[in-house]
């Protein structure tokens, strides 16, 4: 069957670092792109950063630029996303998904598989 399988978060301060890993079994993962995202409480999930399964080509959210980066191990089957420098707000159930947007990565519908979610939490 199918899946991502996520690893990662956890309990981190601000400024602090976190890698989540999101590997998948079933299928392979370089003919999909690959979308973080994460829920707030109280709140949609939102896309986060996205990598293209075509070029490798990368898109961050305003909010996180120059703090996250996406990246890929078609090797490994993996695609991770490192965090740096974490703020309160970034706290949040985060998810990957595998997909091939034909009108926006940012779009939750243009996926076709998700991970089952992990929490990172940002807090002093």
């Known amino acids: 069957q199918p899946q991502l399988v996520q690893s990662g978060g956890g309990f981190v301060q601000p400024g602090g670092s976190l890698r989540l890993s999101c590997a998948a079994s079933?299928?392979?993962?370089?003919?999909?792109?690959i979308g973080w995202f994460r829920q707030a409480p109280g709140k949609e999930r939102q896309g986060v950063s996205f990598?293209?399964?075509?070029?490798?080509?990368?898109v961050n959210v305003q909010s996180v630029k120059g703090r996250f980066t996406i990246s890929r191990d078609n090797a490994k089957n993996t695609v991770y996303l490192q965090m740096n420098n974490l703020r309160p707000e970034d706290t949040g159930v985060y998810y990957c998904?595998?997909?091939?947007?034909?009108?926006?990565?940012?779009?939750?519908?243009?996926?076709?598989?998700w991970s089952q979610g992990t929490q990172v939490t940002v807090s002093t």
């Open positions: 990598i293209s399964h075509s070029d490798g080509s990368t």
């Open positions: 079933g299928f392979s993962l370089d003919i999909y792109g």
């Open positions: 998904a595998a997909g091939v947007p034909h009108i926006t990565w940012f779009s939750v519908d243009e996926y076709d598989y």
